[in-house]
């Protein structure tokens, strides 16, 4: 373990007794005393009285080589860790001492038994990896609960797969009941293939709606466009696309704000339905070792269950949710001035979601600088016909500057979903606008997602305290990639393609989520592994722009310390280390340490929160 003060260079310093070390500290800090020495010699005495403090607060115990850091009158270990390869800021250690949900020491076997264990827990690690728990800042929980409940298919499935998916849902559907489920690919359609006619044979009785695999998308059938009053020659909402066949009739598939236009004649869910979602999602992240999530998109079909789970204490996970905001808010935005109501429990209601575009995918709706790739055969739901389409600006440059401005003024963050470089500048530029009204005190807003950033972008980050957010499960096993994407910006674009080693580089804070369940599994062991080789799972195949790799400790920083620091809860959690929780987990192989084409395999053996047992993998101890 790193001498508690790691920036500390006088050795004799670092060794001096506490009354040498107290009298240094009275010397260092006498009024007036540093102000008049030389400006050189005063920076040394400075750091000298900063190494003082900081030495004077650590128990003796932790002062020397050994790793252990507790104090004979702290509180007693309940639960120790022994045996293991604990993943630490500064290398590895063997064993861990937790008091009341507390790491208070961390060190080797030998240390850690010094230490008054009589009726501690003794958990054998037997040569496993305790390391910190993950946080996945970008995931839908209602909505990835209720896909796991509702008509579901395979990602990617053809038209004939969905339709035999519908039927059967279908057949166990009440006439007049409604249908949902997902999560269909426009790639896997031939062109004109998908129509409502296909869900009107599969489900000739009952309402249909089924999302696209970005969540902004829906493919409905003739009695949703019926109910919905989308009928031929209504035009396109403000910020979203009806598309239409050859005879200029809607085809059932709506975009963007067209989408959520549906959602007041969708049948409300149960507060009862909304949290047996909640609770499906939350088990299967803590199953993966995600212990602190951010919600990214909380809207008022949804947050009556999930706040009703974190204030059941079943919602075990830190939790941030962001009340959506703007022309994809619905009815949404009041919860902004309730937020306080429904924060409860481990779950903060402190967040707002700007949508400023669309996806880079079929649709052609994420904002670019230049045109998407065109093509022959370009979709009539180009937002602008196909050549010269530079997608969707969902919120105005005069409603987006003051309205960020504000929610920054009253310290409420700000995320943005913002997939093309277009969207992406944009939101930077917001986020200059309130710097200069407020100043930097405000919260590290985060620019989502950042499929694309355009170079001269990168640097902004850290220049405008903002935090930079990625989707790097997005890259496998989904077609969205390699197909949706690849065929709208073209291959030059694709070289830039999430660029998070040019984003870390800049010195900024960057986080990752999956945006489950845009993507089919939440398994952040995929992302993990991909962030490494931007490969196939297995690391195989050619790389996507392999020059944006970064390294296995960088991987873990972006999932584990990164995301706790968003979150305000550095102080808390992110590492193991004392005086932080013992928000850890247990897993079957050292991440850090096995074949790069391993790392999507890693198992989950056990995770604990605040030093709770919150998950246990069939045929390990509860």
Known sequence: MAKPVASCIWPKLLRAREDDRAIIQRLMLAKGAIAMIRPAARSLLSRAAVCAMALASVPTSAQGDGAVATSSDGPRPDMV????????????????????????????????????????????????????????????TYFAGRDKLSCRFAQGAGAKQIVAAVKACAAKAKPGEWISGGSWVGAAFKKGEQHRRLLDAAAPNNPVMLWDESLHSLWVNSKVLEIAGIRRGIPNPDGGVIDRDAKGEPTGVLRETASRAIEKYVPSVSEEDQTRAVKVATDEMLSYGIIGFTDAAVRSEMVGGLSAYARSGGLKQYARGCIVWGPNSGNSEGLIVQRQAWSTGRLKLDCVKMFLDGVPLEGRTAAMIEPYAHSADAHAHDAKGGAGNTGLKLVPEDVLFPALTEFDRQGILVKFHAAGDGAVREAA????????????????????????????????????????????????????????????????????????????????????????????????????????????????????????????????????????????????????????????????????????????KTRVLATYIAGEKVFAAEGEPK
């Open 429 to 600: 530029n917001a986020i200059a606008a309130a710097r200069k009204a407020n100043g930097y005190a405000g919260q590290h807003h985060e620019v989502g997602h950042n499929t694309f950033i355009d170079q001269a972008d990168v640097p902004r980050g850290r220049e405008l305290n903002f935090t930079w957010e990625l989707s790097p499960y997005i890259w496998w096993p989904t077609p969205i990639t390699s197909v949706d994407i690849a065929a709208a910006v073209g291959p030059e674009r694709m070289k830039r393609l999430w660029p998070i080693k040019d984003v870390i580089e800049s010195g900024a804070n960057v986080v990752i989520g999956s945006d489950w369940p845009v993507v089919p599994s939440v398994n952040p062991w995929i992302a993990f592994e991909t962030l490494v080789t931007r490969q196939v799972p297995g690391a195989t195949g050619e790389p996507i722009n392999a020059g944006q790799r970064i390294t296995r400790e960088q991987a873990l920083a972006v999932l584990t310390r990164n995301g706790a620091a968003e979150m305000g809860r550095l102080d808390q959690g992110g590492t193991i280390e004392p005086g932080k929780l013992a928000d850890m987990i247990v897993v079957d192989r050292n991440p850090m340490t096995v074949a790069a084409g391993e790392i999507h």
């Open 81 to 140: 860790f022994v045996n293991g390869t604990v993943l630490t800021p500064s290398g590895t250690a063997q064993a861990v001492a937790v008091a009341k949900g507390v790491i208070v020491a961390v060190g080797s076997v030998a240390e850690i038994e010094k230490l008054p264990l009589e009726g501690a827990q003794r958990i054998d690690l037997a040569g496993r990896t305790l390391m910190p728990g993950l946080y996945d800042m970008h995931v839908h």
